[in-house]
């Protein structure tokens, strides 16, 4: 029996995660799917109860899982509390402790949506990239870092570090990822600053000449990617990042389809064990209101299906299910263009329906 842990976290976190765990049990029930689901509360939720971001009962479930769906956390309110005790850092810690290194963030565009984009049709329609970003290394939790205020001026520090075993690693995956789509890499860093830069192109692309040949490797500073990523994103197919590009990439990648409450992401250790969240946040100012887009989170479902759980016709089924549901016209509000929409408790159902 494979299990799932659901941590619905913060803000339209819960909301979301209602959704898809309505469409997972539908399918439970339907395919007699062998799977336990587990649920506990994480982020600023679980600082109320517990008065810990993620309490140690969590961390060991998460670690007992095969699949882990999260959803949000973090709300302006717990802005002020100390370091260990914020919402992010429930995330980063389940990122570490399970060693979820690499971070795939497909951003792709429904083309019937395309006016969404602040982009112009034509350069972003057919949009397909996939980021995949360095998770548990980097600038995020490069050693030595601080805040140092016994001398003047007082300062802070963080440390970018790469080992060759870390940039191996998650290249591979990005290698292997474009052998499944259109076969190029482009890498992304700062050589022309940075020393660990440096040492990262030149590790990708002596596994690049090694092991994936057959495959066109390109790098890009990350300032021209950024830049690039909004002039004309087809030009990519599979970008390779640090942590930190990665992250400030993604953001962009991931808005330029019109609507970040559609997209997914997983982040897999070695096993394939993963954590699936959609890249949207807790978005406060719309939580509880039964207004979120809750496909991002059904998504990162069907991501979990595909990675996790050795459930790929499933992951096709819900994939196409969506797609369905978006070219019947059906629009929750952050992707209408009228005043009429569906909300996010209802959208389940129109999906259940549709797989019926
Ligand atoms: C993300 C987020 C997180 C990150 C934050 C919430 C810690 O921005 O997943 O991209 O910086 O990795
Ligand atoms: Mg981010």
């Not at 497909?106 to 996939?130: C, R, T």
């Not at 096709?316 to 797609?323: H, N, P, Q, S």
Request: charged share 25%; hydrophobic share 40%.
């Amino acid at each position: 029996m494979k299990k799932i842990l659901a941590l619905p976290g913060d803000g339209i976190g819960a909301e979301v995660m209602e959704s898809a765990l309505e469409i997972l049990d539908y399918l439970m029930t339907r395919d007699n799917l062998d799977l336990q689901v587990n649920h506990k509360s994480v982020g600023g939720t679980s600082y109320e109860e517990h008065g810990l971001p993620i309490t140690d009962e969590a961390l060991s479930l998460a670690k007992d899982s095969d699949a882990i769906l999260f959803g949000a956390v973090g709300a302006p309110k717990w802005d002020s509390l100390e370091w260990d005790k914020r919402p992010e850092q429930a995330l980063l810690t389940l990122r570490k402790e399970l060693d979820l290194f690499a971070n795939l963030r497909p951003a792709f565009l429904f083309n019937e949506l395309a006016d969404a984009s602040s982009l112009k049709k034509g350069v972003i329609e057919n949009l397909d990239i996939l980021i995949v970003r360095e998770l548990t290394g980097g600038l995020y939790f490069g050693e030595p870092r601080g805040i140092d205020k016994s001398v003047t001026p007082a300062f802070g520090f963080n440390t970018m570090r790469y080992d060759a075993d870390e940039i191996n690693r998650i290249a591979k995956i990005a290698f292997e990822a474009s052998q499944k789509r259109k076969n190029k890499v482009c890498s992304v860093d700062k050589a022309n600053v940075l020393e660990v830069s440096r040492f990262w192109r030149e590790t990708v692309t002596d596994l690049h000449n090694k092991n994936f040949s057959s495959q066109e490797l390109s790098h890009m500073l990350a300032d021209n990617a950024a830049m690039q990523l909004v002039i004309d994103p087809n030009q990519f197919d599979v970008i390779l990042a640090s942590n930190l590009f990665g992250d400030i990439l993604s953001d962009i990648a991931a808005t330029l389809t019109g609507s970040i409450g559609m997209l997914p992401s997983a982040s897999l250790n070695e096993k394939n064990v993963g954590m699936y969240e959609p890249c949207h946040g807790s978005a406060p100012d719309i939580a509880g209101k039964d207004l979120a887009n809750p496909l991002a989170m059904i998504l990162s479902l069907s991501m979990a299906f595909r990675y996790s759980l050795n459930l790929d016709s499933l992951a096709d089924e819900l994939d196409k299910a969506v797609r369905c549901l978006i070219s019947n016209g059906a629009r929750t509000k952050d992707i209408a263009n009228e005043s009429t929409f569906l909300k996010t408790s209802e959208v389940a159902k129109e999906l259940i329906e549709i797989l019926k």
